[in-house]
């Protein structure tokens, strides 16, 4: 699978909302994630961790509606566009729009990079 | 000026327009542009190189609309989202929607990458 077959599927599962299995099939197990702001899961290295971060994030927010857009690609990079309509646990409503990058190694997303 | 203020100011520069003052005032001399496919221009050394390029572009193409969004940052990176309605010489009238990444080191943009 290339780095454009691997975007394109990794992409049409985010879209139907299948995040975990997104992570579950083309996570490498090394994948490192890095959040645009400083803070306790700013990053994170290793697929365990990186899924106890999104276990986390899906514990601590109310999801209204969700939508994305890509792949776009460049070399073994791709990028995906995601709206959140997002209620954090004790917080005020919110509509999130940011990019999420993936950096592909061997087949598999060896880095997650979100940009807002 | 920091990597948001600098990529505030870049979007700014697109979104009215002045592709050619945002790379005057932000491109390093030694910037490298890459393009998602390959072919004679997928990659320019330096800022002549990259500005002769973006100048062929310029004059091979007919705008008829252009819009951005952005920036969307992290860390040393940000992204612009771009639409445009354009008319390749001799070619059919297409949409094109694009992300365009900027890498910065030192105060200067050192990368610009287009993903589609």
Chains 1, 2 share one sequence.
Do not use: C
């Amino acid at each position: 699978m290339d780095v454009r077959e691997l975007a394109a599927d990794y992409a049409a599962l985010v879209a139907a909302g299948k995040m975990d299995e997104a992570a579950d099939k083309h996570w490498a197990e090394d994948v490192v994630t890095v959040e645009a702001m400083p803070g306790e899961m700013s990053r994170t290295a290793g697929k365990a961790e990186a899924q106890a971060k999104a276990q986390w994030w899906y514990d601590n927010h109310e999801i209204h509606a969700f939508r994305s857009e890509g792949p776009f690609v460049n070399g073994d990079s791709f990028l995906i566009v995601m709206d959140i309509d997002v209620t954090p646990k004790g917080g005020e409503r919110m509509q999130m729009r940011e990019v999420v990058g993936y950096r592909v190694a061997d087949g598999k997303v060896v880095e997650e990079r979100y940009y807002y």
